[in-house]
């Protein structure tokens, strides 16, 4: 029929007189290593060919603009599409040395060759090896891994987000007159706004009143809601006085004040956490752990939860120092429900800290050890410990397989579904997480989590009104379709097909990215019946519409399916009828305009498609000529049952 136009286009290059791929790796490489080290950082590794090549004219166009005054901002996109020519990576640009990236893309630029070249390598995304190291399914190399998140940085897991906090700061949590019993009916006494010099100079007086008085009102003003004076109170040396006053048995209220100071202190900058850290304080709350006054052993519990929720490194210095034994031991009751509610929250938040953090993961053993406590605390009644235990469970599956596994064995995974069904946000969110972690890794591991009934609780997550929560369960199936035809046969049993067809159509771009990996990991692993069943579905208008995505990786996915339902098509004949299909929703004008998309890939794998199904009329077999109804086509396979039947 001759529908589709295949345009060639000619790839623009405008580098030195090269005349092979080795002079043009030369080239580039030539000026990625003359950058001066104190201007900018560049990584000058094997030049990435992937990126798109620019002409002649787009060149000169971004230098001119970038070579404007005060266009030379480390921000400036034109600054950054010069460097890109010249795969600079990793790149922080110091405007007053713009000159050396100017002169070097004009040095490129002076005798400009246009080359017909690319290398072939990582090259054809539809390809078996690409597909390969994003899929994981029968058929394929079984010991590449399910695909994992490309972001660092998603909404669920933001430094300071409101579902779990690293630091805690204790703004009032106990009042005065409970805190210090020497001054107990003289509360009215006690100097509030003192100075910082003041407050020094009574912590260095012979006086026990005066240095609880002088140790408290600095508490005070490290719990003040807007800019406490930490930084003050480092630089006055205080946090060597509180973390010797840790050790003050014969007064607690000065040991509890000082823990409070300290903890307030831990929950600043990291740097203010270093201060705390260098000052010895992390052994001398692992003793206030076993303190026989409540109030402190839990001042120090927290102060212990904000020094390891600092990062990986910390974290494994309070495992060193041994916290884990005596804090585990607090737990050691026959009933978790006996401990006081505000207490138990707090040792299943610091132990959250403990499990956070990669680069590296908490020690095994650690997690082996923390394992059988949080398995306890996951059938608590308080919905925030069972928030913070979900957190804790969720980083410990964000790991490798092995990883995944230590999780497994313990057996907490239909309590984990149970809590996915809830209901409560700060709870399903967290849970969501950890069984999504689950499911990237082995297939055996993904089956628990289908045994455990997880898929029934998802058309509630695909149509959740909180748009994270769709991306994640999106997410979540994108890794189950990924997975055996027999898991792709429970995700079609569940009915869960249409909820992700649903996304694809009218969801946020978040999770209309997450579905696409949904359905094309389903296409690449699923049976011909699983795919008609897709088509069937109305997947191919959602999936068109896409193609018009400014986001070349998804389109890239997109053409992947594309490409694999017409490959189930054609081994049953119906390759005609998926093409007016394609037609008819406007997806061929999608894939046609993709020809001159500005990445190559792109632009093949719509080249590729188009030419294959689109580019020259096919000869009418009578057998697969689709009889017309009133509003869709029947195809009438003998001894198909696969047949596509709309």
């Not at 609880?212 to 406490?228: C, I, N």
């Not at 973390?243 to 040991?255: E, H, K, N, T, W």
């Amino acid at each position: 029929m001759g529908r589709g136009r295949v345009v060639k286009r000619l790839v623009a290059v405008g580098f030195m007189n090269c005349s092979s791929a080795h002079e043009l790796h030369s080239a580039k490489e030539s000026y990625t290593v003359q950058a001066n080290p104190n201007a900018t950082r560049f990584h000058c590794s094997q030049p990435d060919y992937s990126l798109p090549l620019y002409s002649e004219r787009q060149l000169f166009t971004a230098l001119k603009v970038a070579l404007q005054p005060g266009k030379c901002s480390p921000m400036d996109p034109f600054a950054y599409e010069a460097c890109t020519v010249l795969n600079l990576k990793d790149l922080t640009i110091v405007p007053q040395k713009f000159n050396f990236i100017v002169n070097a893309c004009l040095q490129v630029l002076k005798t400009p060759l246009f080359i017909n070249f690319r290398m072939s390598t990582n090259e054809n995304v539809g390809g078996t090896a690409a597909r390969l190291s994003r899929f994981k399914n029968k058929g394929k190399d079984s010991t590449e891994m399910r695909r994992r998140r490309m972001e660092v940085n998603v909404e669920l897991r933001k430094a300071k987000k409101d579902d779990q906090l690293l630091k805690r700061r204790n703004v009032g949590t106990f009042p005065d007159d409970a805190t210090s019993p020497l001054q107990e009916n003289r509360n009215n006494q006690v100097t509030v706004n003192w100075s910082v010099e003041e407050i020094v100079k009574g912590i260095n007086s012979n006086n026990i009143e005066l240095q609880l008085q002088a140790t408290q009102a600095a508490r005070k003003l490290l719990s003040r809601e807007k800019q406490p004076p930490i930084d003050q109170i480092i630089r006055a040396g205080l946090i060597s006085k509180f973390v010797s006053s840790l050790g003050r048995a014969d007064c607690s209220p000065i040991q509890f004040e000082s823990a409070w100071a300290l903890t307030n202190i831990a929950s600043g900058t990291s740097e203010q956490t270093k201060a705390v850290v260098d000052g010895g304080a992390i052994p001398a709350f692992i003793s206030l752990l076993a303190s026989p006054h409540t109030h402190i052993s839990e001042q120090a519990v927290w102060a212990l939860g904000n020094i390891a929720g600092d990062g990986s490194t910390y974290r494994d210095l309070v495992i060193k120092y041994g916290a884990l034994d005596p804090l585990l031991a607090l737990l050691a009751v026959p009933d978790l429900s006996s401990l006081a509610l505000g207490y138990l929250r707090n040792v299943t938040w610091t132990l959250s800290n403990l499990c956070r953090n990669k680069n590296p993961a908490p020690p095994i053993e650690a997690v082996e050890q923390i394992l059988p406590t949080l398995v306890r605390l996951l059938h608590h009644h308080d919905h925030e410990i069972l928030a913070d235990t979900c957190w804790a469970i969720s980083y410990l599956t964000d790991g490798s397989n092995d990883r995944i596994e230590i999780v497994v064995k313990t057996g907490l995974v239909p309590q984990l579904v149970k809590l996915l069904g809830c209901g409560e946000i700060p709870i399903v969110t967290p849970s969501l997480r950890a069984i999504g972690n689950i499911v990237t890794g082995t297939d055996e591991q993904t089956q628990i989590v289908i045994d455990s009934g997880a898929l029934a609780v998802f058309p509630a997550l695909l149509t959740h009104h909180k748009n994270n929560i769709q991306k994640e369960a999106a997410w979540t199936m994108s890794n189950i379709t990924a997975g055996r035809q027999d898991q792709i046969q429970k995700v079609v049993e569940h009915g869960l097909l249409p909820y992700l067809v649903g996304i694809l159509r009218k969801g946020d771009f978040k999770s209309q990215k997450e579905a696409v990996w949904a359905v094309t990991n389903y296409t690449s692993g699923g049976t011909i019946g699983q795919i008609v069943y897709l088509v069937q579905c109305g997947v191919v208008e959602p999936l068109m519409n896409l193609l018009m995505s400014k986001d070349s990786r998804t389109v890239l996915v997109i053409l992947d399916a594309i490409t694999n339902i017409f490959m189930a098509a054609e081994k049953i004949g119906e390759t005609e009828k998926l093409c007016v299909i394609v037609e008819e929703c406007g997806g061929l004008d999608k894939i046609e305009a993709l020809q001159s998309h500005e990445n190559e890939q792109v632009y093949k794998a719509a080249a590729n498609l188009i030419e294959k199904y689109f580019s020259a009329e096919e000869e009418e077999d009578e057998n697969v000529v689709p009889e017309s109804t009133t509003d869709a086509y029947t195809f009438q396979i003998p001894g198909n049952p696969d047949a596509f039947n709309f």
